[in-house]
């Protein structure tokens, strides 16, 4: 893929040859977790502390923009 992606209270993609940022995403929600990564889509999820059933939303985002 190219990119290295570091992630916290939101989602940076970097091209791995320069360290140039190639795109961010931050929802609304706390943390993101990363589930998997293909060539073409990175798919995450929103966590938090809580015990909850509900409240969590996953996201498959394009590996080439961040587009959802």
Do not use: N
């Not at 939101?10 to 998997?36: H, K, M, N, Q, Y």
């Amino acid at each position: 893929m190219g990119k290295r992606i570091v992630r916290e209270h939101g989602l940076v993609v970097l091209d791995a040859e320069t360290g140039a940022v190639e795109w961010t995403f931050s929802p609304e929600a706390w943390l993101l977790g990363i589930l998997g990564v293909t060539e073409d889509v990175l798919y995450v999820r929103t966590e938090d502390d809580a015990i909850a059933d509900a409240g969590q939303t996953l996201y498959a985002l394009s590996a080439a923009d961040g587009a959802e």
